[in-house]
Protein backbone atom coordinates (compact mmCIF):
# COMPACT_ATOMS: atom_id res chain seq x y z
CA UNK A 1 0.00 0.00 0.00
CA UNK A 2 1.73 3.48 -1.05
CA UNK A 3 1.19 6.49 0.84
CA UNK A 4 -1.25 7.69 -1.17
CA UNK A 5 -3.13 4.61 -0.86
CA UNK A 6 -3.17 5.12 3.47
CA UNK A 7 -4.27 8.89 2.62
CA UNK A 8 -7.11 7.87 0.33
CA UNK A 9 -8.20 5.40 3.16
CA UNK A 10 -8.26 8.01 6.51
CA UNK A 11 -9.68 10.34 4.10
CA UNK A 12 -12.65 8.25 3.23
CA UNK A 13 -13.43 7.02 6.82
CA UNK A 14 -13.61 10.21 7.77
CA UNK A 15 -16.25 11.06 4.99
CA UNK A 16 -18.00 8.70 6.36
CA UNK A 17 -18.44 9.71 9.70
CA UNK A 18 -19.31 13.49 8.12
CA UNK A 19 -23.40 13.91 8.71
CA UNK A 20 -25.27 13.78 5.21
CA UNK A 21 -25.76 17.16 3.17
CA UNK A 22 -29.03 16.74 4.30
CA UNK A 23 -28.59 16.82 7.93
CA UNK A 24 -25.88 19.39 7.45
CA UNK A 25 -28.20 21.87 6.37
CA UNK A 26 -30.14 21.68 9.82
CA UNK A 27 -26.71 22.14 11.47
CA UNK A 28 -26.69 26.20 12.27
CA UNK A 29 -24.03 25.95 15.42
CA UNK A 30 -20.17 24.56 15.88
CA UNK A 31 -21.98 22.92 18.75
CA UNK A 32 -24.78 21.86 16.87
CA UNK A 33 -21.75 20.17 14.48
CA UNK A 34 -19.83 18.01 17.15
CA UNK A 35 -23.18 16.71 18.77
CA UNK A 36 -24.40 15.72 14.72
CA UNK A 37 -20.83 14.50 14.31
CA UNK A 38 -20.46 12.63 17.80
CA UNK A 39 -24.22 11.05 17.17
CA UNK A 40 -22.84 8.99 14.09
CA UNK A 41 -19.97 7.71 15.76
CA UNK A 42 -19.53 4.23 16.82
CA UNK A 43 -20.84 3.64 20.97
CA UNK A 44 -17.14 3.61 22.20
CA UNK A 45 -16.53 0.14 24.29
CA UNK A 46 -16.17 -0.12 27.80
CA UNK A 47 -12.20 -1.12 27.69
CA UNK A 48 -11.21 2.16 24.97
CA UNK A 49 -13.22 4.49 27.64
CA UNK A 50 -11.46 2.89 30.81
CA UNK A 51 -8.13 3.41 28.61
CA UNK A 52 -8.72 6.88 27.97
CA UNK A 53 -9.35 7.72 31.43
CA UNK A 54 -6.41 6.02 32.32
CA UNK A 55 -4.17 7.70 30.19
CA UNK A 56 -5.70 11.61 30.42
CA UNK A 57 -6.52 12.14 33.68
CA UNK A 58 -3.08 11.26 36.06
CA UNK A 59 -1.87 14.20 33.57
CA UNK A 60 -4.77 16.28 33.48
CA UNK A 61 -4.43 16.06 37.48
CA UNK A 62 -1.22 16.68 37.57
CA UNK A 63 -1.53 19.72 35.25
CA UNK A 64 -4.43 21.00 37.21
CA UNK A 65 -1.96 20.41 40.46
CA UNK A 66 0.63 22.51 39.25
CA UNK A 67 -1.81 25.68 38.74
CA UNK A 68 -3.54 25.34 42.21
CA UNK A 69 -0.10 24.45 44.78
CA UNK A 70 2.85 27.29 45.24
CA UNK A 71 5.92 26.40 43.13
CA UNK A 72 8.28 23.63 45.33
CA UNK A 73 11.43 25.49 47.18
CA UNK A 74 14.10 22.97 46.38
CA UNK A 75 16.94 22.62 49.07
CA UNK A 76 19.67 22.44 46.50
CA UNK A 77 20.14 26.32 46.75
CA UNK A 78 20.58 26.31 50.38
CA UNK A 79 24.21 24.61 49.99
CA UNK A 80 26.51 27.43 49.13
CA UNK A 81 30.28 25.96 49.12
CA UNK A 82 31.52 29.75 49.16
CA UNK A 83 29.41 31.05 52.14
CA UNK A 84 31.91 29.95 53.99
CA UNK A 85 35.86 28.75 53.76
CA UNK A 86 39.20 30.05 52.46
CA UNK A 87 38.79 30.05 48.24
CA UNK A 88 40.68 31.65 45.59
CA UNK A 89 38.75 31.86 42.63
CA UNK A 90 39.90 32.77 39.34
CA UNK A 91 38.02 34.27 36.18
CA UNK A 92 39.38 34.80 32.72
CA UNK A 93 37.73 37.90 31.17
CA UNK A 94 37.35 39.13 34.19
CA UNK A 95 37.58 42.99 33.53
CA UNK A 96 34.31 43.40 31.29
CA UNK A 97 30.79 41.58 30.77
CA UNK A 98 30.01 38.47 32.33
CA UNK A 99 33.55 38.15 33.62
CA UNK A 100 33.52 41.32 36.00
CA UNK A 101 30.19 40.53 36.34
CA UNK A 102 30.89 36.99 38.03
CA UNK A 103 34.05 38.26 40.02
CA UNK A 104 31.68 41.52 41.28
CA UNK A 105 29.45 38.63 42.52
CA UNK A 106 32.20 36.66 43.82
CA UNK A 107 33.62 39.46 45.78
CA UNK A 108 30.29 39.30 48.13
CA UNK A 109 30.51 35.77 49.16
CA UNK A 110 31.91 35.14 52.33
CA UNK A 111 34.52 32.13 51.62
CA UNK A 112 35.63 33.79 48.85
CA UNK A 113 39.82 35.22 50.09
CA UNK A 114 40.83 35.87 46.43
CA UNK A 115 39.22 37.06 43.23
CA UNK A 116 42.41 37.02 40.09
CA UNK A 117 40.20 38.18 36.94
CA UNK A 118 42.68 37.99 34.17
CA UNK A 119 43.00 39.78 30.80
CA UNK A 120 44.81 41.47 28.72
CA UNK A 121 44.40 44.77 28.96
CA UNK A 122 45.64 46.56 32.24
CA UNK A 123 44.56 49.80 32.45
CA UNK A 124 40.44 48.09 32.00
CA UNK A 125 42.12 45.01 34.61
CA UNK A 126 42.76 48.24 37.39
CA UNK A 127 39.24 49.77 36.66
CA UNK A 128 37.31 46.31 37.30
CA UNK A 129 40.00 46.04 40.31
CA UNK A 130 38.15 48.69 41.93
CA UNK A 131 34.51 47.71 40.71
CA UNK A 132 35.24 43.81 42.20
CA UNK A 133 36.82 45.80 45.38
CA UNK A 134 33.56 48.25 45.47
CA UNK A 135 31.06 45.08 45.40
CA UNK A 136 32.95 42.93 47.76
CA UNK A 137 32.82 46.44 50.42
CA UNK A 138 29.08 47.06 49.43
CA UNK A 139 28.77 43.54 50.61
CA UNK A 140 29.79 43.80 53.79
CA UNK A 141 33.65 42.53 53.12
CA UNK A 142 37.29 43.59 54.42
CA UNK A 143 39.15 44.77 51.11
CA UNK A 144 42.30 45.44 51.40
CA UNK A 145 45.16 43.66 53.66
CA UNK A 146 46.60 40.41 52.29
CA UNK A 147 44.72 37.77 54.91
CA UNK A 148 47.45 35.80 56.83
CA UNK A 149 45.67 32.53 56.63
CA UNK A 150 46.98 30.35 54.40
CA UNK A 151 44.34 29.16 52.12
CA UNK A 152 43.20 25.95 53.66
CA UNK A 153 42.40 23.72 50.30
CA UNK A 154 44.85 25.22 48.10
CA UNK A 155 48.24 26.28 48.26
CA UNK A 156 50.51 24.22 46.55
CA UNK A 157 53.53 26.32 48.04
CA UNK A 158 53.49 28.98 50.27
CA UNK A 159 55.52 31.35 48.35
CA UNK A 160 55.12 35.10 48.79
CA UNK A 161 53.33 37.36 46.67
CA UNK A 162 56.45 39.28 46.01
CA UNK A 163 57.86 36.22 44.36
CA UNK A 164 55.59 36.74 41.50
CA UNK A 165 56.37 36.32 38.19
CA UNK A 166 56.60 39.28 35.85
CA UNK A 167 53.18 38.89 33.82
CA UNK A 168 51.28 38.31 37.18
CA UNK A 169 49.16 41.53 38.64
CA UNK A 170 51.34 44.59 37.10
CA UNK A 171 53.79 46.38 38.76
CA UNK A 172 52.01 49.58 39.13
CA UNK A 173 49.02 48.90 40.71
CA UNK A 174 49.71 45.70 43.06
CA UNK A 175 46.72 43.73 44.32
CA UNK A 176 45.09 45.90 47.52
CA UNK A 177 44.88 43.37 50.15
CA UNK A 178 42.73 43.17 53.58
CA UNK A 179 41.61 40.45 55.82
CA UNK A 180 38.55 39.78 54.11
CA UNK A 181 39.05 40.00 50.36
CA UNK A 182 42.20 40.37 48.13
CA UNK A 183 41.63 40.85 44.14
CA UNK A 184 44.26 40.53 41.96
CA UNK A 185 44.54 41.34 38.55
CA UNK A 186 46.48 39.37 36.39
CA UNK A 187 47.56 40.49 32.72
CA UNK A 188 48.20 37.36 30.42
CA UNK A 189 47.02 36.77 26.75
CA UNK A 190 45.76 33.10 26.53
CA UNK A 191 47.10 32.86 23.29
CA UNK A 192 50.58 32.78 24.76
CA UNK A 193 51.01 30.18 26.64
CA UNK A 194 54.13 30.11 28.09
CA UNK A 195 53.00 33.56 29.41
CA UNK A 196 49.97 32.65 30.46
CA UNK A 197 51.40 29.50 32.46
CA UNK A 198 54.24 31.44 34.35
CA UNK A 199 51.14 33.97 35.13
CA UNK A 200 49.11 30.79 36.77
CA UNK A 201 51.63 29.08 38.67
CA UNK A 202 52.11 32.44 40.04
CA UNK A 203 49.29 33.12 40.82
CA UNK A 204 48.25 29.91 42.89
CA UNK A 205 52.39 30.22 44.42
CA UNK A 206 51.07 33.67 45.62
CA UNK A 207 47.34 32.50 46.70
CA UNK A 208 46.83 29.01 46.56
CA UNK A 209 45.23 26.66 43.85
CA UNK A 210 41.85 28.12 42.62
CA UNK A 211 38.78 26.33 43.96
CA UNK A 212 36.54 27.58 41.29
CA UNK A 213 38.25 28.76 37.76
CA UNK A 214 35.56 30.64 35.25
CA UNK A 215 36.70 30.38 31.72
CA UNK A 216 35.09 33.59 30.67
CA UNK A 217 36.96 35.00 28.51
CA UNK A 218 36.50 35.04 24.73
CA UNK A 219 34.68 37.03 21.88
CA UNK A 220 31.89 36.64 19.08
CA UNK A 221 31.82 38.14 15.75
CA UNK A 222 29.34 37.25 13.20
CA UNK A 223 30.11 37.16 9.54
CA UNK A 224 28.75 34.81 6.47
CA UNK A 225 31.40 32.04 5.86
CA UNK A 226 31.70 33.72 2.23
CA UNK A 227 32.64 37.19 4.03
CA UNK A 228 34.49 35.80 6.68
CA UNK A 229 38.56 35.66 6.03
CA UNK A 230 40.75 32.51 7.57
CA UNK A 231 41.79 34.92 9.95
CA UNK A 232 38.50 34.84 11.67
CA UNK A 233 38.08 31.39 12.30
CA UNK A 234 41.54 31.41 13.80
CA UNK A 235 41.54 34.13 16.22
CA UNK A 236 37.93 33.00 17.18
CA UNK A 237 39.63 29.44 17.69
CA UNK A 238 42.43 30.72 19.33
CA UNK A 239 40.60 32.84 21.54
CA UNK A 240 37.35 31.09 22.61
CA UNK A 241 38.70 27.51 22.10
CA UNK A 242 42.39 27.01 22.15
CA UNK A 243 42.63 30.27 25.27
CA UNK A 244 39.97 28.28 27.44
CA UNK A 245 42.37 24.73 26.84
CA UNK A 246 45.09 26.63 27.77
CA UNK A 247 43.29 28.36 31.00
CA UNK A 248 42.66 25.14 32.30
CA UNK A 249 45.87 23.64 31.45
CA UNK A 250 47.54 26.30 33.35
CA UNK A 251 45.85 26.35 36.40
CA UNK A 252 44.30 22.46 36.66
CA UNK A 253 47.55 20.77 37.64
CA UNK A 254 47.84 23.40 41.07
CA UNK A 255 44.03 21.82 41.51
CA UNK A 256 44.32 18.95 41.05
CA UNK A 257 47.23 18.50 43.37
CA UNK A 258 45.73 20.35 46.19
CA UNK A 259 43.09 18.09 46.01
CA UNK A 260 39.53 18.45 47.77
CA UNK A 261 36.23 19.70 45.32
CA UNK A 262 37.50 21.96 42.85
CA UNK A 263 35.01 23.32 39.81
CA UNK A 264 36.57 24.55 36.16
CA UNK A 265 33.69 26.34 34.34
CA UNK A 266 33.77 27.07 30.15
CA UNK A 267 31.76 29.50 28.80
CA UNK A 268 29.52 28.30 25.90
CA UNK A 269 26.75 30.22 24.36
CA UNK A 270 23.63 29.04 22.60
CA UNK A 271 25.92 29.51 19.37
CA UNK A 272 27.65 26.92 20.81
CA UNK A 273 24.52 24.57 21.25
CA UNK A 274 22.52 25.10 17.94
CA UNK A 275 24.01 26.68 15.11
CA UNK A 276 23.24 30.03 14.05
CA UNK A 277 23.06 31.75 10.79
CA UNK A 278 26.36 33.86 10.33
CA UNK A 279 27.80 32.67 13.43
CA UNK A 280 29.94 29.86 11.72
CA UNK A 281 33.00 30.62 13.20
CA UNK A 282 31.70 31.69 16.50
CA UNK A 283 29.50 28.44 17.07
CA UNK A 284 32.41 26.19 15.63
CA UNK A 285 34.88 27.54 18.22
CA UNK A 286 31.95 26.66 21.37
CA UNK A 287 30.86 23.61 20.18
CA UNK A 288 34.51 22.71 20.12
CA UNK A 289 34.58 22.99 23.99
CA UNK A 290 31.59 20.57 24.73
CA UNK A 291 33.73 17.69 23.14
CA UNK A 292 36.86 18.98 25.02
CA UNK A 293 34.38 19.43 28.24
CA UNK A 294 32.83 15.41 27.39
CA UNK A 295 36.36 14.23 27.00
CA UNK A 296 37.90 15.61 30.28
CA UNK A 297 35.30 15.23 32.54
CA UNK A 298 36.26 11.33 31.88
CA UNK A 299 39.84 12.19 32.86
CA UNK A 300 38.39 13.78 35.84
CA UNK A 301 36.58 11.27 37.32
CA UNK A 302 37.48 10.68 40.83
CA UNK A 303 39.98 13.69 41.26
CA UNK A 304 37.36 15.95 42.88
CA UNK A 305 37.71 17.85 40.07
CA UNK A 306 34.30 18.77 38.18
CA UNK A 307 33.27 20.77 34.69
CA UNK A 308 30.70 22.60 33.63
CA UNK A 309 30.05 23.93 30.89
CA UNK A 310 27.64 26.93 31.03
N1 LIG B 1 27.55 38.74 25.86
C1 LIG B 1 26.73 37.79 25.48
O1 LIG B 1 25.55 38.01 25.16
C2 LIG B 1 27.21 36.36 25.47
C3 LIG B 1 26.30 35.34 25.18
C4 LIG B 1 26.74 34.03 25.21
C5 LIG B 1 28.06 33.74 25.49
N2 LIG B 1 28.93 34.74 25.74
C6 LIG B 1 30.32 34.40 26.04
O2 LIG B 1 30.64 34.96 27.31
C7 LIG B 1 32.00 35.34 27.34
C8 LIG B 1 32.14 36.79 27.77
O3 LIG B 1 31.40 37.60 26.89
P1 LIG B 1 31.24 39.16 27.18
O4 LIG B 1 30.18 39.67 26.29
O5 LIG B 1 31.13 39.39 28.62
O6 LIG B 1 32.65 39.68 26.60
P2 LIG B 1 33.45 41.05 26.87
O7 LIG B 1 32.66 42.03 27.65
O8 LIG B 1 33.98 41.49 25.53
O9 LIG B 1 34.68 40.55 27.77
C9 LIG B 1 35.65 39.72 27.26
C10 LIG B 1 36.72 39.57 28.29
O10 LIG B 1 37.67 38.60 27.84
C11 LIG B 1 38.98 39.20 27.84
N3 LIG B 1 39.74 38.61 26.76
C12 LIG B 1 39.40 38.56 25.46
N4 LIG B 1 40.37 37.95 24.75
C13 LIG B 1 41.33 37.60 25.64
C14 LIG B 1 42.58 36.94 25.53
N5 LIG B 1 43.07 36.55 24.34
N6 LIG B 1 43.30 36.74 26.65
C15 LIG B 1 42.85 37.15 27.85
N7 LIG B 1 41.68 37.77 28.01
C16 LIG B 1 40.93 38.01 26.91
C17 LIG B 1 38.71 40.70 27.67
O11 LIG B 1 39.75 41.53 28.16
P3 LIG B 1 40.96 42.03 27.21
O12 LIG B 1 40.36 42.38 25.89
O13 LIG B 1 41.56 43.17 27.94
O14 LIG B 1 41.90 40.88 27.13
C18 LIG B 1 37.48 40.86 28.56
O15 LIG B 1 37.86 40.90 29.92
C19 LIG B 1 32.56 35.06 25.93
O16 LIG B 1 33.20 33.79 25.96
C20 LIG B 1 31.31 35.00 25.07
O17 LIG B 1 31.50 34.19 23.95
C21 LIG B 1 28.53 36.05 25.74
Not at 61 to 72: D, E, G, K, Q, S
Not at 101 to 119: D, F, Q, Y
Given at each position: MTPHDVLKLCVSNLVSYLPSAASLSSVSSVSGLLSSLLSQLPAPSLPSVLL????????????????????????????????????????????????????????????????????????????????????????????????????????????????????????????????????????????????????ASAACAAHGAPSLLFNVAGFAKAAPLLAAPMELFRSMSDTNYLGTVAATKAFLPAMLEAGGPRRVLLTSSCAGQIGLHGYSAYSASKFALRGFAEALSLELVGTGAELTVA
Open positions: SLLLTLPPSLLLLLRFLLPPPVLPLSLDDPLSSGSHHCVVTGGSSGIGLEIAKALAGRPGVRVVTILARDGGRLESARREVEAAGRAAGRKVGESSSSSPSSSSPSSSSPSSSSPSSSSPSSPPSSAGGLLVNPVSADLCDYPALSAA
